[in-house]
């Protein structure tokens, strides 16, 4: 840990107008939720996803629970989500009241099995989310298929997918709602931050009502229904404008990073993702999967000591304690993509040499 140019996993760039952006809330005073850059960053995020309506949240946690409350669901209701996820999905579902139902991943792109899904549908099911992770996007147009055909509702957990496209469109314009993270790792950063997309007007106003204490959005200290303080501030904003000019640049970054380490392991025995046909990944975090019996600690630890930071993927949600009702063999293709899977270093300033010292330790670390 102490070895000099030690690599991390990620770190945000913070080189375009983010410092003069914030400056210049410092200097007219308008810290809060309120002023020009939360506008202007919600309408480059509507027209980044070319979806109408973007809300712009605290962070994206609250953007799914506000999706899943604002489409009614709540005590009694089913969730259908992936157990392979960032654990903020599955616990917005059961801060609703909602219980969330765990299905399988694919083997391919790691993200939830459609085939599985239609298999998890209950009485009680009312919506599916599809998380579509480190930049690849879920089976969309299958998905959508099976939703519509048992009348339920779609929200896209897009956190790790900004700038990625199936077919030219972006995640988030397939299911009623789409949700972002601008967290400090993610494609671009607020520090932390989130947004909801959603096509339907009356369900976009629903979401913009709710996220501010449920006010009239015409009548002030008029209160129509519960509501949360979700909001972001403009400071906030500032910054995630200054990200938002540069997401062109960002992921071309991240593109060529990503490319670059497939072709420097193409002679080792890890596994990319590897999305469907006409997926544009934004590649978000770059990440493989080692061979089966290998000691993903001691990897990890081996490469810590050359100077090259790497995390575990995600955890399958089912296994955490509070989710956790037993064995599961029919969750096991998600179960091995978490135990072997690992993260390599992916943000945008990543040198060509940094990408070869993260590759030539992790061949030492599989004993190459
Ligand atoms: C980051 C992330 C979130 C949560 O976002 P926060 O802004 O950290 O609350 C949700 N889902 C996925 C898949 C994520 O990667």
Redesign the pocket.
């Known amino acids: 840990m102490s070895s000099p140019n030690r690599i991390p996993v990620y770190q945000p760039d913070l080189t375009g107008n983010e410092r003069a952006y914030v400056l210049d809330c410092m200097d007219s005073s308008w810290i809060s939720s309120i002023g020009s850059y939360i506008e202007r960053f919600e309408s480059a995020l509507a027209q980044i996803t070319g979806v109408g309506n973007a809300i712009s949240l605290c962070?994206?946690?609250v953007a799914?629970h506000l999706a899943i409350h604002c489409l009614d669901i709540g005590p009694g209701d089913e969730v259908i989500v992936p157990t392979f996820?960032?654990i903020?999905?599955v616990n917005a579902i059961a801060q609703t009241g909602a219980t969330p139902v765990f299905v399988d991943s694919r083997e391919s792109d790691w993200l939830i099995d459609p085939e599985k899904v239609e298999a998890a549908i209950t009485p009680r099911t009312r919506a599916i989310m599809p998380?579509h992770?480190y930049g690849a996007i879920c089976d969309m147009p299958q998905i959508m298929r099976i939703a519509d055909r048992h009348g339920l509702k779609v929200v896209e957990?897009c956190?790790?997918c900004l700038g990625s496209s199936l077919n030219g469109a972006h995640p988030g314009s397939f299911g009623d709602v789409g949700t972002f993270?601008f967290?400090g790792n993610?494609t671009i950063t607020t520090g932390?931050g989130?947004a909801v997309i959603a096509k339907d007007d009356a369900l976009a106003a629903r979401l913009r009502k709710v996220k501010g204490q449920g006010q009239s959005l015409t009548r002030r200290y008029w209160h129509e229904e519960l509501g949360f303080n979700y909001r972001m501030t403009n400071i906030e904003a500032a910054i995630g404008m200054a990200q938002a000019e540069r997401l062109p640049q960002i992921l071309e970054r991240k593109r060529a990073i990503a490319a670059r380490y497939r072709e420097l392991a193409s002679d080792l025995p890890v596994s990319f993702q590897r999305p469907d046909e006409g997926v544009v990944s934004s590649e978000w975090l770059v990440s493989v999967l080692i061979p089966e019996h290998t000691d993903r600690e001691k990897l990890m630890a081996g490469m810590a000591a050359d100077g090259v930071e790497t995390r575990p993927v995600f955890y399958c949600a089912h296994e955490m304690p509070m989710y956790d009702q037993g064995p599961r063999p029919d969750l096991e293709v998600a179960g091995t993509i978490s135990r072997r899977g690992i993260s390599l270093p992916s943000f945008p300033a990543l040198t060509a040499e940094d990408q070869d010292r993260v590759i030539a330790s992790l061949s030492k670390a599989l004993g190459r």
């Open positions: 962070n994206g946690t799914l996820t960032y903020a999905s998380v992770l957990d956190a790790e993270s967290f993610k932390e989130g």
